[in-house]
């Protein structure tokens, strides 16, 4: 099997430039390739079910064509770039000594959970878990409800038209946390972890505002007469109805907006740009500038959607994701900026099969110690 050219093709494949001609002849190298001098650095069973997760994970990524046979080939060729992935990591000489470990007696690093604190206007705060479905709280003739499904609401009642005093809410989300909130007017919203939305119990005027720190999914309930804005550290988004995610922790470098579907007016301090579906606006946060690029937006909702994406991004980026959601902290020793990572992962593995699937990938050893991870490159 000519290894040069395969891994030229697992790069393009990894960076998301493969072209179908290209997928084919990986699939072909993975026909000739020769499993009897493998080195597998964990048994045969546990790195299967690893590559048939992320197999599953790459089919539900593709999009419904509307024809049976383009679907079919596309699955098939997906199977065949995750298979020749796996053998490709398989043959790589990983020892098993250095594979993640958890130290004797060490609680499990379990994956976060759907857990926030909802904090009213008169300062009363409300833990958001399994525990707690129905009616919360009452505020300002509106009743604030959870359903089973782990959702509040917001319900209006018989509105005071004396009544001017706008009260505001804050559903706030931990390190390893995640919740979903319906607002006053019928929009979505997603929060992952580590994040908070400030917003008031039920919008009045032509405007609806939001405050946004960390990282949220939007679907904005269209209204022309009152647009959707959301205030993200120095970033400004409007809307009237659309899809988008925002991306706006203090420890990342900019403040990223992805659209999925409408149309997002983005400013910042310096600049403003309009935003079409398949574009992500950055706005620096050392110098708030705006910095467009055409994406896959599946990679920046991945989170929303039950998995970690790490395509094109390097180590410190997706150790950043993994911090926020297993709720541990980072220590990384050697040349980190250089590594690159590709597909994606579930976000309900355990840590330590997380950490083992990234070791296999050969850029870096990992090691548990309580709830901090020790990154090792050369």
């Known amino acids: 099997m000519d290894k040069q050219r395969l891994d030229y093709l697992l790069e393009k494949y990894l960076d998301g430039s493969i072209t179908d001609a290209e997928k084919q002849e990986l699939g072909d190298l993975y026909k000739d390739a020769n499993f009897k001098d493998a080195v597998y650095p964990d ?21 419904p064509s509307g024809s049976f046979f383009k679907s079919w080939r596309i699955g098939v ?6 298979a020749v992935f796996g053998i490709y990591i398989i043959n790589r000489p990983v020892a098993p000594k250095m ?10 690093i379990l994956p976060g959970t759907n857990v926030a604190v909802l904090t009213l206007g008169n300062g009363k705060s409300i833990l958001l878990n399994g525990g707690n479905i129905g009616k919360l709280a009452v505020q300002g003739g509106t009743t604030i409800t959870k359903n089973a499904a782990g959702q509040i609401s917001y319900q209006a009642a ?41 917003y008031p119990s039920r919008f009045k005027g032509n405007e609806r505002h939001v405050e946004l720190h960390g990282e949220a999914y939007f679907e904005i309930f269209k209204d022309k007469n009152s647009p ?56 620096d946060n050392k110098a708030p500038n705006i910095t467009l690029q ?9 989170w929303k959607n039950g998995y970690f994406s790490f395509r094109k991004q390097n180590l410190p980026a997706a150790m950043n994701k ?8 980072v220590e990384y020793s ?45």
């Open 99 to 108: 594979m993640a470990k958890q130290l004797p007696g060490e609680q499990a």
């Open 294 to 302: 055409e994406v896959n937006v599946e990679d920046a909702v991945a």
């Open 158 to 198: 018989v509105i005071d038209q004396n009544n001017n005093e706008t009260v505001f809410n804050t559903i706030t989300t931990p390190m390893g946390g995640q919740f979903r909130v319906t607002l006053p007017d019928g929009s979505n919203v997603w929060l992952n972890a580590a994040s908070s939305l400030t």
């Open 334 to 378: 050697g040349n980190v900026n250089n590594k690159f990572l590709g597909g994606t992962v579930s976000r309900s593995e355990n840590i330590q099969e997380l950490l083992n699937y990234l070791e296999l990938t050969g850029i870096a050893k990992f090691k548990i110690d309580g709830r901090r991870i020790k990154v090792i490159c050369k």
């Open 43 to 63: 048994d045969r069973e546990s790195v299967s079910e690893r590559m048939l997760s992320r197999l599953k994970n790459e089919i539900q990524q593709e999009k």
């Open 322 to 329: 993994i911090a926020r959601w297993y709720n541990v902290e």
């Open 77 to 82: 060729a997906a199977a065949a770039v995750i």
């Open 228 to 283: 959707f804005t959301v205030t993200a550290e120095d970033a400004n988004i409007k809307v009237l109805g659309t899809h988008f995610n925002v991306m706006a922790y203090k420890n990342e470098p900019s403040i990223n907006t992805t659209l999925l579907e409408g149309s997002v007016s983005l400013s910042s301090k310096n600049a403003h740009a309009l935003l079409v579906p398949g574009q992500q606006g950055a706005v």
